[in-house]
């Protein structure tokens, strides 16, 4: 795995830093141990995490992308209500202001009335007029058989 150059200073320097035990390891113990470590099969506890990690990934990325839809969605619906609230603030006040200038209107109706007494009669069945139609008048010369005038004509749509 490791390769290292050895030269005399580098062996020195490694006898100084780590001296040497009274029995060294033999270099083929080692490599059959990590074989074996590499061929042995993984233990059901570390089968299970490696399988808990695979799955914890996929749920991750979901959940995220869950929670940006869910932002999103909240962003747009307070965006639209903040809208809708300012519409029904404006259509309040222009509502106040209609109700002010109607009963400013009956007020000065009101005003007049009681200034020109004499000239409003109350409505009632004794004071009501009936008119009876008019005759109509014949069609004059001029007119062109089979075409009526406009404001006489019924309407086509209905």
């Known amino acids: 795995m490791f ?3 050895k030269s005399p200073e580098s ?3 490694l006898r100084q830093v780590a001296p040497e035990k009274s029995s060294p390891r033999p270099l083929r113990k080692s490599r059959d141990s990590i074989e074996s470590l ?3 099969r993984p233990s059901s506890g ?3 995490l490696m399988a808990l990690q695979q799955a914890s990934v996929p749920v991750a990325g979901g959940l995220v992308a869950a929670v940006l839809v869910l ?4 962003v747009y619906t307070q965006r639209s209500w903040s809208q809708a609230y300012d519409h029904l603030t404006e259509l309040q006040q222009t509502e ?3 109700t002010v200038a109607n009963e400013a209107r009956k007020f000065e109706v009101t005003e007049q009335a009681e200034i020109a007494k004499n000239r409003y009669v109350p409505q009632g069945p004794g004071n009501t007029l009936f008119l009876n139609p008019a005759v109509p008048s014949p069609k004059s010369a001029d007119s062109k058989p089979g075409i009526t005038p406009p404001h006489l004509a019924s309407p086509i749509g209905y």
């Not at 932002?71 to 909240?74: D, I």
Request: net charge positive; charged share 15%; aromatic share 16%.
């Open 96 to 98: 106040r202001e209609l």
């Open 46 to 48: 570390l089968r299970i």
């Open 11 to 13: 062996t020195a320097y």
């Open 38 to 40: 590499v061929a042995s």
């Open 3 to 5: 390769s290292a150059i």
């Open 71 to 74: 932002y999103g969605w909240s």
